[in-house]
T-cell receptor, first 115, second 111 residues
Framework: EPEVTQTPSHQVTQMGQEVILRCVPISNHLYFYWYRQILGQKVEFLVSFYNNEISEKSEIFDDQFSVERPDGSNFTLKIRSTKLEDSAMYFC?????????????FGPGTRLTVT | SQQGEEDPQALSIQEGENATMNCSYKTSINNLQWYRQNSGRGLVHLILIRSNEREKHSGRLRVTLDTSKKSSSLLITASRAADTASYFCATDRNNFNKFYFGSGTKLNVKP
């Protein structure tokens, strides 16, 4: 069964460094999402992406964040200058665009630790 | 405002018993999804129910939706130790571009 994959599974970085989190959505899906989950807290929406542009973003998704679909398969989240409070699990999700395809499928997540 | 709040926050049952978790939300929705998350792992999609549906089944899972009460329930029948996980509902608030998760119900199934 096709699935969303994410790399790396765990990333440790120093405050102020840039990180890029990578995702490969399910191949026939056209909507892509990033969410994050701070330890012990809710899963929070960050951004959605369709047709090579951002469809919607949350207030968390400030100028430090950017997303890109550099080729036909990858979908990336970049954090330009990480802060301690960016430490969280980051989940990528994708969904199809058809009458029945509203289910979002999530990847296993990348645990980002900012020291 | 909160959207997609589950209760109870935690539930502990014996293997073989049924587990019921509830989700309430505040605004109108197109659909509601339930997910499972094992500790420290990713979110596994369980079931989606549309706003015009009242009940849906998938294996040992039964989901109901009451749009008049803005609530949904997830029933796991004949629970197993492997069902131990956190369960979340996610709603779209009539916006397919954005989904809101609740705080989850932590289910512990004792063998």
């Amino acid at each position: 069964e096709p699935e969303v994959t994410q790399t790396p599974s765990h990333q440790v970085t120093q405050m102020g460094q840039e990180v890029i989190l990578r995702c490969v959505p399910i191949s026939n899906h056209l909507y892509f999402y990033w969410y994050r989950q701070i330890l012990g807290q809710k899963v929070e929406f960050l951004v959605s992406f369709y047709n090579n542009e951002i469809s919607e973003k949350s207030e968390i998704f400030d100028d430090q964040f950017s997303v890109e679909r550099p080729d036909g398969s990858n979908f990336t989240l970049k954090i330009r200058s990480t802060k301690l409070e960016d430490s969280a699990m980051y989940f990528c999700a994708s969904r199809a665009v058809d009458r029945g395809g509203y289910e979002q499928y999530f990847g296993p997540g990348t645990r980002l630790t900012v020291t | 405002s909160q959207q997609g709040e589950e209760d109870p926050q935690a539930l502990s049952i014996q293997e073989g018993e049924n587990a019921t978790m509830n989700c309430s939300y505040k605004t109108s929705i197109n659909n509601l999804q339930w997910y499972r998350q094992n500790s420290g792992r990713g979110l596994v999609h369980l079931i989606l129910i549309r706003s015009n549906e009242r009940e849906k089944h998938s294996g040992r899972l039964r989901v109901t939706l009451d749009t008049s009460k803005k609530s949904s329930s997830l029933l796991i029948t004949a629970s197993r130790a492997a069902d131990t996980a956190s369960y979340f509902c996610a709603t779209d608030r009539n916006n397919f571009n954005k989904f809101y998760f609740g705080s989850g119900t932590k289910l512990n199934v004792k063998p």
